[in-house]
């Protein structure tokens, strides 16, 4: 079991960055591969990136290669994701997920969501 828990969202122009954090509870966050969602009004809520449990492999969205940037550190249970040169399509809330260390789309926990707003 694993609880999250987002922050860093936050009121931002375009063009401009954010970092938002994800800190997980209990001593085998090593052992879970990461992941962030995002969920835009209206729509499905999709995939954005993902990491590995160690941190050496990561995969994007295209809506967000190269712009995003995906990281972790084991030592303090968080993984961050940087997020530069952003669009108001890049408006949603953000959802940090957990999962076990093989998975492809980590998604077994969930965290509350933080708030990304991104103005013209």
């Known amino acids: 079991q694993v609880q999250l828990v987002e922050s860093g969202g936050g009121l931002v122009q375009a063009g401009g960055s954010l970092r938002l954090s994800c800190a997980a509870s209990g001593r085998t966050f090593s052992r879970y591969a990461m992941g962030w969602f995002r969920q835009a009004p209206g729509k499905e809520r999709e995939f954005v990136a993902r990491i590995s449990w160690s941190g050496s492999s990561t995969y994007y969205a295209d809506s967000v290669k190269g712009r995003f940037t995906l990281s972790r550190d084991n030592a303090k249970n968080t993984v961050y994701l940087q997020m530069n040169s952003l669009k108001p399509e890049d408006t949603a809330i953000y959802y940090c997920?957990?999962?076990?260390?093989?998975?492809?789309?980590?998604?077994?926990?969930w965290g509350q969501g933080t708030q990304v707003t991104v103005s013209s």
């Open positions: 997920a957990a999962g076990g260390p093989t998975s492809v789309v980590p998604k077994d926990y």
